[in-house]
């Protein structure tokens, strides 16, 4: 068993970075494919960011493109989400996924994911 613990969210401005955490525990972290996903009040939970088992690779939803850099660090178990120039659509609970799959183009996909964390707010005022 994956356990994910994500921190690093909190209530910024418009214009302003914030940067994701997620530490992993148990499991073989660095065989693992890696993703970002948010979800707002009455919206279904939607993809942001993946990355690949070894950081070669790194998927992006249209919206975060050039704003947001997904990264990984293998010795240490850890995934970040650096944001930068949030806006208030950005706002949302984010939560980071684990998945044991190794196949790219299933990456983007929550049905993809095995583990999950319990969320962290962010919160983008403007």
């Known amino acids: 068993q994956v356990q994910l613990v994500e921190s690093g969210g909190g209530l910024v401005q418009a214009g302003d970075s914030l940067r994701l955490s997620c530490a992993a525990s148990?499991?073989?972290?660095?065989?693992?494919?890696l993703g970002w996903f948010r979800q707002t009040p009455g919206k279904e939970r939607e993809f942001v960011a993946a990355?690949?088992?070894?950081?070669?690779?790194?998927y992006y939803t249209d919206s975060v493109k050039g704003r947001f850099t997904i990264s990984r660090d293998n010795a240490e178990k850890k995934m970040y989400l650096q944001m930068n120039s949030l806006t208030p659509e950005d706002t949302a609970v984010y939560y980071c996924?684990?998945?044991?799959?190794?196949?790219?183009?299933?990456?983007?996909?929550?049905?993809?994911?095995?583990?999950w964390g319990q969320g962290t707010q962010v919160t983008v005022s403007s």
């Open positions: 990355i690949n088992w070894n950081g070669n690779r790194a």
């Open positions: 996924a684990a998945s044991n799959t190794m196949i790219l183009s299933a990456i983007r996909s929550q049905g993809a994911y095995n583990y």
């Open positions: 148990g499991g073989t972290f660095s065989y693992l494919s």
